[in-house]
């Protein structure tokens, strides 16, 4: 990624118990993230790649266009948020992936999402 592009993307989980059923071996969390554009240029993002893994080694790739239905342009200096969730079998798992950016003048990068976990309360101490 140029210098020109930089995005920061952060992410908070929770989980939501009321929709889980642990007996079931499903765990729902929800998660926001919020992408930060700290560049020189405006992008938009195009679309997402997530790599989903449980504790017992299981691993989802969900792939698709733009987030929540949306392929936000951001300004340099803005940022976007949104929600949304994850449903896996196990009470602690992880997330990672990246958005494919399509910059102001034409250029197509990644910008990496940073591993996050998802983790039912009181699993880790």
Known sequence: M???????????????EEQSEPENERYV?????????????????DSRHWVITDANGEVTEVQGQGVIGEQPFIEPGKSYQYSSGA????????MEGDYSMIGQNGAEFKAPIPVFSLTTPGVLH
């Open 2 to 16: 140029s210098e020109d592009y930089q995005f920061q993307i952060s992410v908070k989980t929770e989980y939501i």
């Open 29 to 45: 969390f929800a998660y926001t993230v919020t992408i930060e554009n700290t560049g020189e240029l405006g992008a938009k993002l």
């Open 87 to 94: 449903v896996i079998a196990t009470p602690i798992g992880t």
